[in-house]
């Protein structure tokens, strides 16, 4: 039984088609990255799927439900959480405040949401930074607040948009460890990344997209060797 | 009258296009620029189209000051504080006016240009084809200038992309300055075409400002060519408006116009945005 | 709220309730009741602008619904004046569901003007509407004796003093119901990132248009009160920009998004403008205007978060 099913979705700007005749699964429980070059269409992807953007063609089904014209705040409901490329704190908010608003989707009491916050903050090793103002965080912090955000809603699937981007080298392994408890514990993942080492070791099926199709969907290990996307993306000399 | 419009309206758009800010003090500078043109008629008895390289000038001082006294510091401040910035500014602008000149209805007797037509059985003023013909020439003038000229050129190339511009060579804090002298100086013409034959006094600047609202939001904010179209259109309804309904509803038309059109299409019939 | 600004909020409630009794005056009672009201109208306006981050440059509109239901049900003897506050109250929420719906799917400051438009079509509407009087107004007509039903005290105005103070409070209370419920959170997330507030589940139309209702209902039980205190409205005074312009201002100025933001700017401006129009005479109506703007510019570069952010950073500082 698949958790999220996409098919054929295909969206046009202009003249420019970003995605086009998309089609994978992601069943409960899996983790699977999304690479490819820039403009590939991926966070154009998400946008279909989070109800962002309205597909030109194609479905997107949860749980076999039609979720394709819902608007984001239905589908979050639903237990499907994004994560934002262009970071978005709420700025004016700490970042127990931040968490909070999140939190609030499964309660409407203070207290109760609180405490949600707090322990999503102590999962992702915010929670001494809890009454800080949002604006002040680092990018990697940020990253850390907006997960923060998204897991206190308590999702089934968390889409991930970069998560390691921008962020020095010294603070990956963190936040990668991070990703593989989520995933440990039983979420749902599709991550989408450009460092590869990354994917590689967290994945358990990528997909590869060019140009807003995609042109591979197999292990790890068979897409390093895929021709296509080594010639898209990945180079000659790149080895695992 | 819907080409001066489209003056005073491609002044916003051009700073729009820079900034994404809203000048909302833009009425304001039409006062003043309509002011300067009264107060050199009624002290050095220069005809208003005499004075308009003057007006011109000073609301393009005007526009390079308000940038490097005011919005410099809130270029990047929440969207809040850049309304009430230039907000305060038009409040500001207007009781000062108030305050100096009285509220008085003020107006430049015997102008230059002054009776009216007969064109095809329309009786137009003459002051009204002289105000259009210069609003006009004034566009051609600055959308030369955009396009045809390095300046006007980097102008929209810190427009639509201010880091890439940069990155170029381009300062950015000077084209911004220069964008808001430029939109002065719009005004600056505008006004001086209007105190010819309209009132002066401090509340003028407003109903033109909204006006001149609807006029850039119709072309697109940003895109200053097409905010030609979006004068004309909205000088048109108001004469529509003011015939077909009453005329103290007719600006009721505008504002609807700019309603639907901001709901239907809110980049406007041309815009970017 | 900690206990000793729980202390002061009572102290000044209790200085607010007894100063009538001291102060027997009629003008600076007059003043003080302009200053509650103008910040009770500037707390409505907060509630939708300050904690939810829409921008509305038009809300005369309730203010004039308010004035105008509460005119119209005592010149045509419909009804006590406090059962027309209930139903402008309701035509105003109505209202704004109805100016919502559209234009609550602009941003920014495509939706300041919008709402600018807006304000201005109900302004050159009322000016031409027969029915309410048009440009000449609507005189309220006078109840002797004075009777709480009616609304009416002549016999001495302190009675509005109260009753407008009972605005005032009720305006701070829902704010503060507001601000520590998981509404005000949504506010909040609304007004910083629509977008990602979305993505958490939150129901940003719906948001808005509950701060939008809330709002509306709160300004027009104002402009009710308006009504009966003045006795006498017209499209000019309860409909124009300038009045939409002068609540933002007083909000801004205290603190947009805080509990005292309002009050505060109220309690500056309205002593301010009498100020200067008494000392400056005949121009001070303008200078007092200018020196608003030149304060706005001024907030607004320095300390978007008013004069109440200044005392906050004031005290952080220490």
């Known amino acids: 039984m698949t958790l999220l099913h996409v098919e054929g979705l295909t969206k046009r700007f202009g003249g420019l088609v970003a995605n086009r005749e998309i089609s994978f699964s992601v069943a409960p429980g899996e983790l699977v990255g999304v690479i490819g070059p820039n403009g590939a269409g991926k966070s154009t992807l998400f946008d279909l799927i989070t109800g962002f953007q309205r597909p030109d063609a194609g479905a997107v089904r949860l749980d076999g439900a039609d979720i394709t014209r819902e608007r984001p705040d239905e589908i979050s409901r639903r237990g499907v959480a994004r994560t934002f490329q262009k970071l978005r704190p709420f700025a004016g908010m700490t970042v127990l405040e931040n968490v909070m608003v999140g939190a609030f989707q499964k309660t409407a009491d203070v207290r109760a949401a609180r405490e949600t916050a707090q322990r999503a903050l102590d999962a992702v090793g915010l929670g001494d930074r809890a009454g800080a103002h949002a604006r002040g965080l680092s990018t990697g912090q940020r990253k850390r607040l907006e997960l923060a955000r998204a897991l206190a809603t308590r999702p089934r699937l968390l889409l991930l948009d970069e998560v390691t981007g921008g962020v020095d080298q010294a603070t990956i392994p963190g936040l990668v460890r991070l990703v593989r408890e989520l995933h440990a514990g039983g979420l749902a993942l599709v991550v989408i990344e450009h460092n590869m080492r990354v994917i590689m070791e967290i994945s358990q099926r990528i997909v590869a997209l060019q140009l807003g199709q995609v042109i591979a969907d197999a292990s790890p290990a068979d897409i390093v060797r895929d021709r296509r996307v080594i010639d898209a993306y990945l180079g000659e000399s790149w080895r695992t | 009258m819907g080409l001066v419009y489209a003056l005073i309206a491609a002044g916003l758009s051009l700073i729009f296009g820079l900034m994404e800010i809203v000048n909302f003090a833009h009425g304001e500078f039409l006062m003043l620029a309509m002011f300067a043109s009264f107060w050199a008629w009624a002290l050095w008895r220069l005809d208003p189209l005499v004075s308009l390289p003057l007006s011109a000038a000073v609301l393009a001082l005007l526009g390079w000051a308000t940038y490097h006294g005011l919005v ?37 007797k015997n102008p230059l240009v002054q009776g009216r037509l007969a064109l095809g059985g329309v009786f137009v003023g003459v002051p009204q084809l002289v105000a259009s ?19 006007g050129l980097a102008l929209q190339a810190t427009a639509q992309d201010r880091q890439a511009a940069s990155l170029m060579g381009i300062d950015t804090q000077r084209m911004f300055a220069l964008g808001w002298a430029l939109g002065g100086a719009c005004v600056g013409v505008a006004g001086g075409l209007l105190a010819s034959f309209f009132y002066v006094f401090p509340e003028v600047g407003g109903p033109f400002a909204l006006l001149a609202y609807v006029a850039v939001a119709l072309g697109g904010f940003g895109n200053v060519p097409a905010t030609l179209a979006g004068g004309v259109v909205v000088g048109l309804v108001e004469v529509l408006g003011g015939l077909l309904i009453d005329p103290s509803l007719k600006l009721i038309g505008v504002f609807a116009l700019y309603l639907l059109v901001v709901l239907w299409r809110p980049q406007g019939l041309f815009g970017r945005f | 709220m ?38 009770a109208l500037a707390q409505a306006w907060n509630i939708l602008a300050g904690y939810c981050g829409q921008i509305s440059l038009g809300h005369a509109i309730f203010f004039g619904t308010g004035a105008y239901t509460s005119g119209l049900f005592v010149a045509r003897d419909v009804g006590s004046p406090w059962l027309a506050m209930l139903v402008g109250a309701g035509i105003a929420v109505i209202l704004s569901q109805l100016i919502g719906a559209p234009v609550f799917r602009l941003r ?27 440009a000449r107004g609507l005189y309220i007509p006078v109840k002797r004796p004075d009777s709480f039903v009616n609304f009416q005290f002549h016999q001495s105005k302190a009675v509005y003093y109260y009753i407008v103070l009972g605005l005032l409070v009720l305006g701070l209370g829902v704010t503060r119901l507001i601000e520590r419920s998981r509404l005000g959170y949504y506010f909040r997330a609304v007004r910083e990132e629509q977008d990602a507030a979305a993505s958490l589940g939150v129901r940003v139309a719906r948001t808005k248009r509950v701060a939008f209702a809330v709002s509306a209902a709160l300004t027009a ?62 121009t001070g109506k303008a200078l007092d205007l200018v020196i608003y703007g030149a304060l706005i510019m001024v907030i607004s570069v320095v300390q978007p978060a008013g004069l109440v952010g200044v005392v906050r950073r004031l005290r952080e500082a220490r």
């Open chain 3, 2 to 39: 900690p206990r000793a600004r729980m202390v002061l909020v009572l102290a000044a409630l209790t200085l607010a309730l007894v100063v009538p009794a001291v102060v027997t005056l009629p003008y600076p009672r007059d003043v003080l009741i302009r200053i509650f009201l103008f910040a």
């Open chain 3, 108 to 134: 920014g400051h495509y939706f300041a003007i919008a709402t600018i438009a807006v304000g201005e079509i109900v302004h050159i509407l009322a000016v031409n509407w027969e029915f309410i009087g048009a």
């Open chain 3, 221 to 282: 039980a104002c402009g009710t009160f308006y009504a009966q205190y003045v006795l006498f409205i017209d499209p000019e005074s309860v409909f124009p920009l300038s009045l939409s312009i002068l609540i933002c201002l007083i909000a801004v100025l205290g603190g947009v998004g805080t509990l005292w933001g309002p009050l505060v700017g109220a309690a500056v401006l309205i002593p301010l403008g009498e100020i200067t129009r008494i000392y400056l005479g005949g």
């Open chain 2, 133 to 151: 013909a210069g609003a006009l020439l004034a566009f051609g003038l600055l959308y030369w200038f955009i396009t045809r000229t390095e300046t």
């Open chain 2, 72 to 108: 410099r510091f809130i270029l990047d401040a929440p969207m809040l504080a850049q309304i009430f910035a230039t907000f305060g500014l038009a409040v500001f602008l207007r009781s000062a006016a108030q305050a100096l000149w009285g509220a008085d209805f003020h107006v430049v």
